[in-house]
């Protein structure tokens, strides 16, 4: 399979399917639009015409970074889109973000080794994530 990254925010419509098809939690399509519109930068992976996989970043532009919505279809994981898709997101943040920037995500699962690469680093004890759904 030959993949093709773009650098764009997803459409409301593929931001809500990727998320589910890939076992993220759903959105509405209004919470979908709302979050969208605060992407400071998004990349979006086809197979052909088909959206597989996607990323963004999110925050202030300055000070916080968050990774977010890092998702690729099932039968297109363990072949390298992730890679890419972080690789992307990674070298924005270098050649945008201020040297002084907190840069975080939330890692679900085995995606920690990924993160992992890409100098990621858990910080328990020190700190803890924390999250509350609305």
């Known amino acids: 399979m030959t993949y093709l990254l773009r650098v764009e925010t997803p459409s ?6 990727l998320r589910v098809a890939a076992g993220l939690s759903p959105k509405s399509v209004d919470a979908a639009a709302n979050g969208l519109a605060g992407t400071w930068h998004a990349v979006v992976v ?11 970043i ?18 297109h994981q363990g072949l390298g889109v992730g890679k890419r ?12 973000a201020p040297r002084t920037a907190y840069v975080s995500l939330i890692a679900d699962g085995k995606a920690r080794y990924l993160y992992a690469q890409y100098g990621f ?9 924390m999250a509350r759904q609305l």
């Open 12 to 17: 409301v419509e593929v931001y809500r399917h």
């Open 46 to 56: 086809y197979d052909d015409d088909h959206p597989v996989g996607m990323g963004r």
């Open 58 to 75: 999110i925050g202030d532009g300055g000070t916080a970074f968050q990774i977010v919505d890092m998702c690729v279809l099932p039968e």
């Open 85 to 96: 898709i972080m690789a992307a997101l990674m070298e924005r943040l270098v050649d945008r």
């Open 121 to 129: 680093a858990e910080t328990a004890p020190e700190s803890v994530g």
